[in-house]
């Protein structure tokens, strides 16, 4: 199959006048008149974007259909594991990182994940006002996630930098030099963990971590090699560092901005795991994933031919009237909510029971301290559509 450029995937999902309409605080009625146009809209010959249901559950968990790994993804020609591979060997990878991140590995994370935000909360408290994303949405998963990795904290802004090299650019740039900088990037991550591997190797102590672990493990019999393993901590980086960290702005901006629906959830916290599920669901950070027919396939009775590519939208498939009744409406008490947020079938996120957990926990210990807060008065919010939709700045205040 040829393979395609990441950013000239980017910009074929969405007619480029949609960006600009795409990049304040309420997306969902453009995406949502865009799908209901035409749910496979092909955008260009054999380029279709997903936005139903019905069509995202088949191609997700179909067989003859690949992931992202018939695309030129996140700036290099490596497959990322386990996101750009696919068939078997997907599957072994996924046995071996998926008990890592499973709900019971990650729960005792709580208490760590509330200290951390308590620290980060202390800092800016007394003050009144903060710039919630820098101060608080961006440092508290990553911290935790470099914690989890056994990495320095002081490390932090090293591991934001590569991430930011890889995830976010301008949608309009020229696609040459966003291969560069994601290049730049991902040679300053392998080059980190290429060293960390060689003097683990070198000393024979291969350390009592979860790079440790990993650096030790084998798939399918054979030891992980140098290159499976820097390769996934590229991943890890930017699946850790940046989707929660996107996904918290979104809900706080919200938040922040509906004051009443704010005070109902603070009546019982224990409104907070539907509510969040929900505000997931509509603000859906991950705006796109590839996937491309291997074979001639048949998708909700419709034939596509080998090659054919499907770019799931799913903050639209999220919109679905089909799935979710007045799917423009926020409900806070939502149920079933079976949004696609962290994607479906084959690809689904590994790192979903962790995110919920550490949006959970945010989400309790900031408004334990600061329970009535509002959007600066004067503040345009600007959210960048593309890479992970996040606030881009999300000055608040409260009364100190
Ligand atoms: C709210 C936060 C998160 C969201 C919205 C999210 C969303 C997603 C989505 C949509 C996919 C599917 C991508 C595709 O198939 O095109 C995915 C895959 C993945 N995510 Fe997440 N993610 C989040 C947090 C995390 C975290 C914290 C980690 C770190 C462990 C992580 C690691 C991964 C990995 C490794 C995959 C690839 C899975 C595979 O291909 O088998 N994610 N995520």
């Known amino acids: ?17 949609m960006i600009g309409q795409i990049m304040g605080t309420d997306p969902q009625p453009v995406l949502d008149a865009y799908a209901r146009q035409c749910p496979m809209h092909e955008r260009a010959p054999g380029w279709y974007t997903v936005t139903r249901m019905q069509e995202c559950v088949e191609i997700n968990r179909h067989r003859g259909v690949a992931g992202n790994g018939s695309t030129r993804g996140m700036g290099g020609d490596e497959k990322l594991i386990p996101l750009d591979i696919d068939g078997e060997m997907h599957t072994h990878f996924r046995k071996l990182i998926d008990p890592v991140f499973a709900p019971k590995r990650i729960a005792p994370l709580a208490e760590r994940i509330a200290a951390q935000a308590g620290t980060l909360i202390d800092q800016f408290v007394a003050n009144g006002e903060t710039e919630l994303f ?3 949405c961006q440092p508290l998963p990553s911290l935790i996630f470099l ?47 290429g060293k960390l591997y060689d003097e683990r190797t070198a000393s024979g102590d291969l350390g009592d971590d979860l790079l440790g672990w990993l ?57 907070w795991p539907a509510a969040i599920e929900e505000l997931l669901r509509f603000e859906s950070p991950v705006p796109q994933g590839f996937r491309q027919a291997q074979e001639g396939v048949e ?46 079938g084959w690809h689904r996120c590994l790192g979903s029971h962790l995110a919920r957990l550490e949006l959970r926990v945010a989400m309790e210990e900031f408004h334990k301290r600061i329970p009535e807060y509002a959007v600066k008065p004067g503040t345009e919010l600007q959210y960048v559509p593309l890479g ?13």
């Open 147 to 193: 914690s989890i990795l056994g990495l320095p904290a002081d490390e932090l802004p090293f591991f934001l930098e590569i991430k930011e090299g890889i995830l976010r650019h301008d949608p309009l740039a020229d696609p040459d030099e966003v291969d560069r900088q994601q290049e730049v990037a991902r040679l300053q991550c392998s080059t980190y963990f």
């Open 299 to 344: 998708i909700n009775g419709s034939q596509y031919p080998a090659g054919t590519y499907f770019i799931m939208s799913w903050p639209a498939i999220n919109l679905d009237p089909e799935t979710f009744v007045n799917p423009l409406e926020v409900d806070l008490q939502r149920s079933p909510n079976a949004h696609v947020v962290f994607a479906s």
């Open 388 to 400: 992970v939709r996040q606030v881009m700045n999300l000055p608040i205040e409260w009364s100190a």
């Open 215 to 271: 650096i030790g493990s084998s798939v399918d019999g054979h030891q992980l090699t140098r290159e499976q393993f820097l390769n996934i901590m590229l991943l890890m980086i930017v699946g850790g560092l940046d989707t929660v960290s996107a996904s918290l702005s979104c809900i706080m901006s919200w938040l922040a901005r509906h004051p009443e629906q704010r005070r109902w959830i603070l009546e019982d916290p224990n409104r």
């Open 134 to 136: 820098s101060s608080f």
């Open 1 to 17: 199959m040829d393979e395609v450029s990441g950013i000239a995937l980017v910009n074929a999902m969405y007619p480029p006048e």
